[in-house]
């Protein structure tokens, strides 16, 4: 004997079925809230009112559910406190590296220094050992520091001053490292006085 249903009452039981099966996948798959949250959406869709709201209410608080969308959320938070510490330092390392224009050149104390320097070299001295007075020079000379003796120099008329440096000409009389014979040459020297004074052989 054939029993015909009504068809709502085999809408519900096809419903009933397709939300038992679902349910099953949600248990299988519940670690991944994306597809949690998808089958959750289509029980909601195909089971309508026969399934209660508080089935995925429950659902919802299950401990696995939970972390896993609480830890999808922490995800998408921008960490804003190291971004601004990063800001701050390079700010201070920007103010830190700004330093003000040298100042031009006092001329006088720049002929004044380099005579200072041409003295301490033709009396034997050390080029480092000009560093270690009160104010110190900065020296930069290859010739005094690759074994060079000074035995005379003469500072020449010959100097213009340019912006922060002067540069002058200076005839050197020098013997070589070997001790052979004195040989004669005119260098050229840019003198700096600020910050600090400096007195270095030209490469012009």
């Given at each position: 004997?054939?029993?015909?249903?009504?068809?709502?009452?085999?809408?519900?039981?096809?419903?009933?079925?397709?939300?038992?099966?679902?349910?099953?996948?949600?248990?299988?798959?519940?670690?991944?809230?994306?597809?949690?949250?998808?089958?959750?959406?289509?029980?909601?869709?195909?089971?309508?009112?026969?399934?209660?709201?508080?089935?995925?209410?429950?659902?919802?608080?299950?401990?696995?559910?939970?972390?896993?969308?609480?830890?999808?959320?922490?995800?998408?938070?921008?960490?804003?406190?190291?971004?601004?510490?990063?800001?701050c330092l390079i700010s201070i390392f920007v103010g830190c590296g700004h330093q003000r224009p040298a100042a031009d050149v006092n001329v006088e104390l720049a002929r004044n220094s380099l005579h200072q320097v041409l003295t301490h070299w033709q009396d034997g001295g050390q080029i480092e050992q000009l560093r270690d007075q009160s104010p110190e020079i900065i020296v930069q000379e290859g010739l005094w520091s690759g074994?060079?003796?000074?035995?005379?120099?003469?500072?020449?008329?010959?100097?213009?001053?340019?912006?922060?440096?002067?540069?002058?000409?200076?005839?050197?009389?020098?013997?070589?490292?070997?001790?052979?014979?004195?040989?004669?040459?005119?260098?050229?020297?840019?003198?700096?006085?600020?910050?600090?004074?400096?007195?270095?052989?030209?490469?012009?």
């Open positions: 004997m054939r029993i015909r249903l009504p068809g709502h009452a085999l809408r519900s039981l096809t419903t009933s079925a397709t939300v038992v099966f679902l349910r099953k996948l949600v248990n299988l798959r519940r670690r991944d809230a994306p597809v949690g949250r998808l089958v959750n959406s289509y029980v909601r869709q195909s089971a309508g009112p026969a399934l209660p709201d508080e089935v995925f209410r429950n659902n919802m608080k299950e401990p696995a559910m939970k972390n896993n969308i609480r830890l999808r959320r922490r995800k998408t938070r921008i960490p804003l406190m190291p971004l601004l510490i990063g800001g074994g060079h003796i000074l035995k005379s120099f003469v500072i020449t008329p010959q100097s213009r001053a340019e912006n922060a440096n002067w540069f002058c000409d200076v005839e050197l009389t020098l013997t070589p490292p070997d001790g052979g014979r004195p040989q004669t040459k005119t260098v050229t020297y840019a003198i700096g006085t600020d910050p600090v004074i400096t007195v270095f052989h030209a490469m012009l």
